[in-house]
C-alpha cells in the first residue's frame, strides 16, 4: 500500500522475507459473508510444490546456465557482508512472484475449489507438535523484548527464529500468540532502504534479504496447512502480504540498475560477484519479457493481483473475521491505486468500527469519510498518503533505535 509512495521519496520497502507467487485470479466480490468452519478438517489440493521450496511451483532447474559454477563466498562493502554464495545458490528464487510462481492454494487449504481435486492434508514432516496447544503466557513488556530481539537489518532468519519456536509451540488460535506475530509484522518487517554515494550496497543487501526470503515462505506454507482458519496463520497470510510488497519493490531496485553504469564498485572489486548480478537481472527481465510484463505499470499490476488474492484468502478463511478490517482496508488501497475508486469503496464500505488492527486509524477515517457520503477523491489520497507518512516515520525512529539510518544497512 504504502509502495509507490516511498519510491516517490526515494526510498525501496523491503520486506524482511521474500515472496512468492504465480499469480492466481483475484477474487473481484468480497467474501465477507462467509463464516469459515474453524473445524473444517484440513485438505490440500493436489498440487504440485517445488522439492527444496515448500510453496513455490517446480524451479526449471534445466534452464540454469550457470549450473555447475561456485558463486564468491561474499562480498564485504565497508562494515557490510554480503553472503553473495546465498544468494547465488538462490538466484531461481530471489524474486518467486516471477518465477517459479507460488502454489496458492497451498496456503489456503479449506478452501474448496471447483477446477481441481480434494484430498487429505498429508503428514506434517516429522516435527513435534506436542505441546502446540499450550497458552502463551508473556506480558507486553516481554513480548516486545522478544520482537526487539528479533529486529534485524539483515539476516532477518536467523533472527526470527527464536520466535519461530514460540509460535510452533503453543496454540494457533492463542490471543498472545496472534498479538506476538502482528507485532514482528509491523515494527520489523518493512524497512525502508536508501541508496549510499553508491548504488551497490543497496543492491546486495535488498537481493541478501531476498534470498532469505523462500525459508519465511516455506514456514509460513508449513503452518498455514499444518493450523489453517487460525489465527496465527492469518497473521502469517498478512505476513505473506508483506513479502510481496517488499518482492516488486527489490524487484524495481534490480531492473533500475545498469550494472555498467551504477555497479562499477562491484566489478572493480569482484568480477564474478559483477557477473551474478548480470546474470540475475537478464534471467529475470527474460522471465518478465514472458509474461508479457514490460512496463512498471504492468509489473505493478501483476504484484496487485498477487496480493489481491491472498487478502481475499484472508478474508475467507479468517476465524470469526479477525483482522477482517486491515485486509478490507489493504483491498481498496490497492483498488484505489489501480484507479478503480468504485471497487475500493465497495470494499471500505464493509469495513466496521473494530479499531484493534495494524491500520486502524486509516480504517476509521475511511469509515468517516464515508458516513458523510461520497468522498472527495483528494480525501482519500490524503488518507492514504498520511497512513505511508506515519509509516515512514515509525520506521525512522525503529531505526534509529538499532543504531541505523535509511542509508545504512
Known amino acids: 500500500m504504502t509502495a509507490r509512495y516511498i519510491r516517490a521519496l526515494g526510498l525501496s520497502a523491503l520486506l524482511h522475507v521474500l515472496a512468492v507467487a504465480g499469480l492466481m485470479p483475484a477474487a473481484s466480490t468480497p467474501a465477507t459473508h462467509v463464516e469459515p468452519n474453524k473445524r473444517t478438517p484440513a485438505v490440500v489440493a493436489a498440487a504440485v510444490e517445488d522439492s527444496s521450496f515448500p510453496g513455490l511451483n517446480p524451479v526449471n532447474r534445466a534452464r540454469d546456465s550457470s549450473a555447475g559454477e561456485h558463486p564468491p563466498s561474499s562480498l564485504s562493502i565497508g562494515n557490510v557482508r554480503i553472503d553473495v554464495e546465498k544468494i547465488g545458490y538462490r538466484q531461481r528464487v530471489l524474486f518467486p512472484f516471477v518465477s517459479p510462481g507460488l502454489a496458492f492454494e497451498l496456503f489456503f487449504p479449506t478452501l474448496p475449489s471447483e477446477d481441481r481435486l480434494i484430498f487429505q492434508r498429508p503428514l506434517t514432516d516429522g516435527r513435534s507438535t506436542r505441546g502446540a496447544s499450550r497458552p502463551l503466557v508473556m506480558s507486553e513488556a516481554a513480548m516486545q523484548a522478544v ?3 528479533s529486529w534485524s537489518r539483515r539476516d532477518r532468519w536467523k533472527a526470527f527464529e527464536p520466535l519461530q519456536r514460540i509460535v510452533e509451540t503453543h496454540g494457533a488460535d492463542d490471543d498472545r500468540v496472534a498479538t506476538l506475530l502482528r507485532k514482528y509484522r509491523d515494527q520489523n518487517s518493512l524497512q525502508p532502504y536508501a ?3 553508491i548504488r551497490d550496497t543497496r543492491l546486495w543487501a535488498q537481493l541478501g534479504l531476498a534470498a532469505d526470503h523462500v525459508t519465511f515462505i516455506g514456514f509460513i506454507r508449513r503452518y498455514a496447512s499444518d493450523h489453517p482458519s487460525t489465527r496465527a496463520t492469518t497473521e502469517l497470510l498478512f505476513l505473506l502480504d508483506r513479502i510481496a510488497q517488499a518482492s516488486r519493490d527489490a524487484l524495481a531496485v534490480l531492473l533500475d540498475s545498469d550494472p555498467a553504469e551504477q555497479l562499477a564498485w562491484t566489478r572493480r572489486t569482484n568480477g564474478r ?6 546474470r540475475i537481472r537478464q534471467d529475470y527481465g527474460a522471465e518478465l519479457n514472458r509474461l508479457h510484463l514490460t512496463s512498471n505499470a504492468e509489473i505493478d499490476a501483476y504484484y496487485d493481483a498477487a496480493r489481491l488474492t491472498i487478502l481475499t484468502g484472508i478474508l475467507r478463511t479468517t476465524p470469526h473475521q479477525y483482522g477482517a478490517n486491515d485486509a478490507r482496508f489493504l483491498i481498496g488501497a ?3 491505486r489501480e484507479g ?3 471497487e475500493a469503496l465497495r470494499w471500505w464500505r464493509d469495513v466496521t468500527a473494530e479499531d484493534d488492527g495494524s491500520y486502524a486509524l486509516a480504517c476509521s477515517q475511511v469509515r468517516m469519510a464515508l458516513l458523510r457520503g461520497s468522498p472527495d477523491h483528494r480525501e482519500v489520497d490524503r488518507i492514504l498518503k498520511n497512513e505511508a507518512g506515519r509509516w515512514l516515520m515509525f520506521s525512522y525512529d525503529r531505526l534509529r533505535r538499532f543504531g541505523y539510518r ?4
Open 147 to 149: 520482537v526487539d530481539k
Open 195 to 197: 541508496d549510499t554515494d
Open 273 to 278: 560477484a559483477y557477473l551474478l548480478i548480470e
Open 334 to 336: 490497492i483498488y484505489w
Open 340 to 342: 478503480r475508486a468504485n
Open 406 to 409: 535509511f542509508d545504512t544497512y
